[in-house]
């Protein structure tokens, strides 16, 4: 009988071990994966935050050019409207534009649009930036990440 | 085997190893200038550092679409970037370059290491398991894919520890781990994905020999097979999440790559099974491919009669027959699998199944040796047969160090030349028009790359300046040899369905009329201007 306790006491304990080990690792990698359950980009822009877009080179429209950026942050007005207030590069001034619904979607639920420069442009979950479905046209980063490779720049050429 | 002169071959086969490993390493630092020097010579290895500075400038591990193979080997390489980064390294082309190509320097010599493990799970002496790692090691193609930005050398490391944990104990939670190193293989190359029934095969054939078939036995294998294939599943999507989340993308990549190898180079490649012995002999020569074969055709006869012997169930107790069986097997199916499916005859493409064809072929001679001679004798032979795999290695190690000359060369390849000649003779900001293989200085901004130049694209593009190479646009219309371009004399390859297109390009720009004019070529590069 307490061989039989003493087993079963063990088997607990490894159980145990077991689900500490899962739960340890799950928490320390899901930082990484976050992403793939959240759309962060959209959390972004809900919480305010200023996101950028970097046009890809050479630019597919010719509305936007090539060293160019755009930081777009989001608010919510008075009257409960979404606005957006669109910078191009370090310029202070930017014009606002309200009315907006941040959920709005054409052709994939998964790929929510803004506007820059009058162009329509679809960001999805990865950060990627398309004009339609078959053309890229950059890419949105926060402006810590910007900052932090500003920071170390890479020589890579 | 006298210990003595065991220590001594082994030692050998160390050096050796070293040697080759060294070389390697310091052969994997050239050519790695720019971007633009490194697509000049490979386009994987351009396409790898582009990638790889997209992500870095991105803080991500997105590969934007890029699932031709799996995303592993990348991350690898991008972790140990960020770890050098991360204490105020200076990230350039040479270092991300050179650091992609450790990755499979390292993982080459963990492959032969791996091979040599299995060799003595396999109960081979030390000296031979050595010698069969080293036969790995100095194959001609694994040398160059182990200084290569490409997964094909890492693969196959997780291929050989997949199978040789599958093997080392028929339990289930080495069938487990087993599983899960074969979702690193998949995650790696997805040709990694043939290990995985072979991670449950020597689980299952140990319990038929220990028990009646029964239904619950059947029951128990299929909880067992969903927990590996659970195991699988969740290494591919932790070390390739973007594929698991991005579905439709993935499988159509997925599907494109299955088509594009088994028809072949952009081709319809030829059906023959036998075209495989072309690249095999490059690469082990005809006494190499006789020896793999013979050994292997050796090792199903021996087979055959040793479970003859004992029975079938008994075989499937004993872990010597076990082993060899899982092998041989393993062996026939990936065979088949290149043989019906591959017809992209490249040797990378049998790295799977090369270094299990070594170890079996050795096997089947290490016990001909056995059986044929007697205790004195029989130390000689098998010192016979450990010398023989490393005076082939030797051999073998003469050819990829003087490969590895090549590749030293590179900085002064005509290639090279070519491209410095065009910085010097026209202004940076010249508009050009360039095949993929090109080299130009990162100096020239304003160049178009394609991998295939058409009327529409020159319409598009209006170069200042055009440069065909053969490997690209040239690669179904090539001048003849001997000839200049002027000329007009081709070589049309008709098994591109695109080559009459390229022709009557390169046709429309000889023409008196088209203005243009050839400066410069060579074997390999035509550079033409526009008339002013």
Redesign the interface.
């Known amino acids: 009988m307490t061989a039989q306790a003493d087993q079963a006491h063990a088997n607990l304990l490894k159980l145990l071990a077991i689900l500490i080990v899962v739960v340890g690792i799950a928490a320390v990698i899901w930082p990484l994966y976050r992403k793939f359950f959240v759309n962060e980009w959209r959390e972004r822009i809900v919480d305010g935050e200023p996101v950028v877009f970097i046009p890809d080179c050479p630019v597919v429209s010719a509305h936007l050019r090539c060293a160019d950026r755009y930081t777009l942050v989001f608010r919510k007005n008075e009257n409960g409207q979404w606005c957006a207030r669109v910078g191009k590069n370090t310029d202070p001034e930017s014009s606002e534009s309200c009315g907006l619904d941040i959920d709005a979607w054409d052709f994939a639920r998964s790929w929510r649009y803004f506007t820059v420069e009058g162009v329509r442009l679809y960001y999805s979950w990865r950060g990627r930036v398309i004009i339609t479905p078959n053309q890229v046209a950059g890419w949105l980063v926060s402006p810590e990440n910007l900052a932090l490779r500003s920071a170390h720049p890479l020589s890579i050429q | 085997m006298n210990q003595c002169v065991q220590v001594t071959l082994t030692t050998c086969a160390l050096l050796l190893a070293t040697v080759l490993v060294l070389a390697n390493t310091v052969a994997a630092t050239f050519g790695l200038d ?2 633009r020097m490194i697509q000049a010579f490979n386009l994987d290895e351009g396409l790898s ?1 582009t990638r ?2 997209d992500n ?5 591990l ?1 590969p ?1 679409g890029f699932f031709y193979y799996g995303n592993l080997y990348h991350s690898i390489a991008y972790y140990c970037i960020a770890f050098f ?1 991360h204490f ?1 390294w ?4 040479s270092l ?1 370059g050179f650091v992609l190509r450790l990755v499979s320097v390292v993982s080459g010599f963990l492959a032969s290491l791996s091979l040599g493990i299995l060799g003595k799970i396999c109960k081979l002496p030390t000296a031979i398991a050595a010698g069969t790692a080293l036969a790995l090691l100095t194959m001609p193609d694994f040398v160059v894919f182990s200084r290569m930005m490409h997964p094909d050398v890492l693969q196959t490391v997780f291929v050989i520890v997949s199978l040789g944990l599958a093997l080392l104990r028929p339990t289930f939670s080495f069938a487990l781990m087993s599983a899960a190193v074969a979702g690193l293989a998949f995650s790696t190359k997805y040709i990694g994905a043939l290990v995985l029934p072979f991670s449950f095969l020597p689980l299952a054939l140990s319990a038929l020999g220990r028990e009646q078939l029964s239904s619950r036995l059947v029951l128990r294998f299929c909880l067992q097979g969903l927990a590996l294939i659970g195991a699988f599943i969740s290494v591919f999507v ?1 070390t390739n ?2 594929a ?3 579905r439709s993308r993935f499988i159509s990549v997925f599907m494109w790559q299955l088509k594009y190898s088994s028809n072949g180079y952009g081709v319809v490649g030829q059906a023959n099974p036998a075209l495989w012995l072309e690249p095999l002999t490059d690469q082990f020569g005809t006494a190499g491919v006789l020896y793999l074969f013979g050994g292997f055709f050796l090792a199903c006869v021996f087979l055959l009669r040793d479970i003859g012997r004992v029975g079938w169930r008994a075989a499937f107790t004993k872990d010597d027959l076990r082993t060899r069986l899982v092998l041989v097997l393993y062996v026939l199916t990936t065979s088949a699998h290149l043989a019906i499916s591959i017809h992209q005859r490249e040797a990378r493409f049998t790295y799977h199944v090369v270094p299990f064809l070594i170890i079996l072929s050795t096997l089947a001679i290490f016990e001909l040796i056995i059986e044929l001679t007697k205790q004195v004798a029989r130390w000689w032979g098998i010192a016979a047969l450990a010398a023989v795999l490393l005076v082939f290695a030797s051999t073998q190690l003469k050819f990829d160090l003087r490969a590895m000359a090549d590749v030293t060369a590179k900085p002064e390849s005509e290639v090279i030349k070519f491209g410095n000649f065009v910085a010097q003779r026209y202004p940076a900001d010249a508009n050009i028009l360039a095949d993929v293989y090109t080299y130009l200085p ?1 100096s020239m901004t304003n160049v178009t790359y394609t991998n295939l130049q058409t009327e529409e694209l020159l319409a598009k593009v209006t170069p200042q300046v055009i440069i065909l190479t053969r490997g690209a646009t040239g690669a179904s219309v090539w001048k003849k040899s001997g000839t200049v371009f002027s000329d007009g004399k081709f070589v049309t390859d008709l098994r591109y369905p695109i080559a009459p297109q390229v022709e009557a390009y390169l046709n429309k720009l000889l023409s008196p009329s088209s203005g243009w004019s050839v400066v410069r070529e060579s074997d390999f590069e035509v550079l033409l201007q526009r008339d002013k």
């Open positions: 720019s971007i550092i790889m500075k870095l400038e991105q803080f991500s997105d934007d980064e105020g200076t990230i350039n082309t991300a932790l999440p973007y698991a989340f991005d990162p």
